[in-house]
C-alpha cells in the first residue's frame, strides 16, 4: 500500500462490557477513496467517531488502542482537540447545518481559526460554496436561515462547512442515504473532484456507490475488520465466506 | 366489531367532556372575574395611588401595586435567569455524560418546583432576618428569584435536552470548544425555548401572593429604592378582599383583571416572539 495517513492499531471499543469494536488495525492511504462496508451495527459509524474523538461526548464508552494520524497519537487525551478534529471535516447521515445564517455556517469554522476580516471571510465562504457547487442556488439569500435550504442543498452546506476549516480527510457517514438521487449524484461528484486533494472515508451502503468511489475498500463484520483491498479484489473476489454473503445479498 | 366500535366512542365521549370542562371553567373564571371587576375598573385604578380613604371605597388607584410588581418580577426574572442559565448550560454540556449526577439535580429541581411558595415565603422571611433586611421590594425579590429558579432552569433544560446529537457532533466536528458550543450553537439553538423559559418564570413571579407575603411589605407608594417596601397585584387582591366594604372588594376583582390581563399579554407575547425565532432552529 502507498502513503499512509492514518494508522489505526488495536483498536479496541467497548460498550458497559460489550464489544463494538475488536482489535481493529487499519491502515488508511492518503489522498484516496476509502469505502468502509459492513451491516448495520457492525461498528462503522463508531469507527470514524473514534477518529475525531466524538466518542468524547458519549457516555460509558471504553476505548484502547492506538491510532496515529501523520505520526500523531489522536487517542491521547494531552492534544489539542481542536486541532486533531479540524483536520477532519465530518459529514453525517443527515445533514445538520447550525443554527445560524448560510453565510455564518461556512465561516463558523474560519471564525473559531481565528479569522476575523470581513472580506476575507466573505472571500473564502464565497470558494468552498462554489466548491460544492452551492454558490450560484444561495448567493442572493446568504443571510437566511440555512434550515430553508433543501435537504440535499443542507448536505452540500455542511460539506462546504466542512472544506472551509481546510482539513487533510473528510469522514463520510452514509452521507446520501438521506439524499434523493440527483443531491446523492451531487455529493458523489464533489466526492470524484475533491479526491485529488484530500483522504476520504466514507461508510456506505450503496454497492454501487462504494465501487464507484473506492480506491481501497474495508469490510467490518459484527466490530472486526474481516476483509480489506482494491475494490477488484473485494467486489470481484472477496475471499472470506462473510463477505461473499455481504456481496450477494447487497447488490 | 361492534363493541369496539362502543368503547371507542365512550372513549371519545370521555375526553371531549373532560377538554371541555376545562375550557369551560377558564371561561367561567373570566367571566366572573370579568364582571365583578369591570364596573370598578377605571382609568383612575390604573393611574393613581392609593389616595387618602381608597380603602374605604374613595379615590386612588393600584399603580403602586402594578409598578410594584412589575419591579417585583423583572427583577426577579432577571436574577433568576442569570443564575438559571449557567445552571442549564452546565447540566447539558459538562455533566452530559454523567448521568448519575444529572438525575439527581434534576430530581432536585423538580421538588423545588414542586415546594409551595409559602414555604418560600417563610424561608425567605427567615433569610430576611438574617442578613438584617426588612420586608422590602430587596427581599421580595431575593425570595421569588428562590421561587421560580428551579422553573427557569429546569424549562432550559428540557429544551436544551432536545437539542439533536447529530448537531452537537457537527459542532464539535468543526472544532468547537464546549463553550462555544455552549454560546454559539446551544443558546441560538434552544432560545426560543429560552424565551418560554423566562416569561413562564415571570409570569409565576408576578402573579404569586404567599412568597411575598411576608419579604415584600404592602405601601401606598412606588418604591423608589430597593429597601422601601412595596405593593403587589396579588396582595392587593388579598388586603382588597377581605374589607366588608362592597366598593373596595369590587376593586380587588378590578385589580385581578389586571392581574390576568398581564398574564395573557406575557403568554401571548412568549408565543409570538418564540416562533419568531424559531426560523433558525434544527430540528
Known amino acids: 500500500m502507498n502513503d499512509t495517513i492514518i494508522g489505526i492499531h488495536h483498536l479496541n471499543v467497548t460498550h458497559a462490557g460489550t464489544p463494538i469494536l475488536k482489535d481493529v488495525n487499519l491502515e488508511i492511504p492518503r489522498n484516496r477513496v476509502t469505502v468502509i462496508l459492513g451491516p448495520s451495527g457492525c461498528g462503522k459509524t463508531t469507527l470514524l467517531k473514534c477518529l475525531n474523538r466524538l466518542i468524547d461526548i458519549y457516555n460509558g464508552l471504553d476505548v484502547s488502542g492506538q491510532i496515529y494520524l501523520d505520526g500523531e497519537e489522536i487517542l491521547n487525551r494531552r492534544n489539542d482537540l481542536t486541532r486533531i478534529r479540524q483536520k477532519m471535516g465530518l459529514l453525517s447521515q443527515r445533514p445538520y447545518p447550525l443554527p445560524m445564517s448560510i453565510f455564518d455556517n461556512v465561516a463558523y469554522g474560519l471564525k473559531i481559526q481565528g479569522l476575523r476580516n470581513r472580506d476575507e471571510l466573505a472571500d473564502r465562504v464565497e470558494f468552498y460554496l462554489r466548491q460544492v457547487n452551492l454558490w450560484e442556488e444561495v448567493k442572493d439569500r446568504l443571510k437566511s436561515p440555512a434550515t430553508r435550504l433543501s435537504i440535499g442543498q443542507q448536505q452540500r452546506l455542511c460539506l462546504a462547512r466542512g472544506l472551509a476549516v481546510e482539513p487533510e480527510i473528510i469522514l463520510a457517514d452514509e452521507p446520501t442515504s438521506a439524499l434523493d438521487p440527483l443531491s446523492s449524484t451531487c455529493i458523489e461528484e464533489q466526492f470524484m473532484k475533491l479526491k485529488r486533494d484530500y483522504t476520504i472515508l466514507i461508510v456506505t451502503h450503496i454497492m454501487r456507490q462504494a465501487r464507484r468511489l473506492a480506491d481501497h475498500v474495508i469490510f467490518i463484520y459484527l466490530g472486526e475488520v474481516i476483509e480489506q483491498g482494491t475494490p477488484t479484489q473485494i467486489f470481484d473476489h472477496p475471499q472470506h465466506p462473510t463477505t461473499k454473503q455481504y456481496l450477494r445479498v447487497g447488490h | ?283
Not at chain 2, 25 to 51: C, E, H, S, Y
Not at chain 2, 141 to 153: A, D, R, Y
Open chain 2, 1 to 283: 366489531m361492534r363493541r369496539k366500535n362502543i368503547e371507542e366512542r365512550i372513549f371519545k365521549s370521555l375526553a371531549a367532556a373532560a377538554t371541555y370542562l376545562i375550557i369551560a371553567v377558564l371561561l367561567f373564571l373570566i367571566v366572573v372575574i370579568l364582571k365583578n371587576g369591570l364596573r370598578a375598573l377605571d382609568w383612575g385604578m390604573l393611574t393613581k395611588v392609593p389616595q387618602g380613604g381608597f380603602y374605604f371605597g374613595e379615590e386612588g388607584g393600584i399603580l403602586n401595586a402594578i409598578v410594584g410588581s412589575f419591579y417585583l418580577a423583572l427583577g426577579a426574572t432577571f436574577l433568576a435567569f442569570i443564575i438559571g442559565l449557567p445552571v442549564a448550560l452546565y447540566m447539558n454540556i459538562h455533566l452530559l455524560r454523567q448521568r448519575f449526577w444529572l438525575n439527581r439535580i434534576r430530581f432536585l429541581l423538580d421538588v423545588l418546583w414542586g415546594v409551595p411558595s409559602i414555604v418560600y415565603g417563610a424561608f425567605g422571611f427567615t433569610l430576611m432576618l438574617l442578613l438584617g433586611l426588612r420586608a422590602s421590594l430587596l427581599a421580595g425579590i431575593l425570595t421569588v428569584t428562590l421561587l421560580i429558579v428551579p422553573i427557569m432552569i429546569r424549562s432550559m433544560d428540557e429544551v436544551l435536552q432536545t437539542i439533536p446529537r447529530g448537531l452537537l457532533e457537527s459542532a464539535y466536528a468543526l472544532g468547537s470548544t464546549r463553550s462555544e458550543v455552549a454560546i454559539k450553537v446551544y443558546i441560538r439553538q434552544a432560545l426560543p425555548g429560552v424565551i418560554t423559559a423566562l416569561l413562564l418564570s415571570f409570569g409565576r413571579g408576578i402573579g404569586d401572593a404567599a412568597a411575598v407575603l411576608f419579604t415584600a411589605g404592602y405601601t401606598d407608594y412606588i418604591p423608589t429604592s430597593l429597601n422601601q417596601p412595596t405593593a403587589t397585584l396579588p396582595l392587593a387582591i388579598f388586603f382588597q378582599l377581605s374589607s366588608p366594604i362592597p366598593a373596595v372588594r369590587e376593586r380587588a376583582y378590578a385589580s385581578a383583571v389586571v392581574l390576568t390581563v398581564i398574564i395573557l399579554i406575557v403568554s401571548l407575547a412568549a408565543r409570538l416572539l418564540s416562533a419568531k425565532y424559531r426560523e433558525h432552529v434544527i430540528k
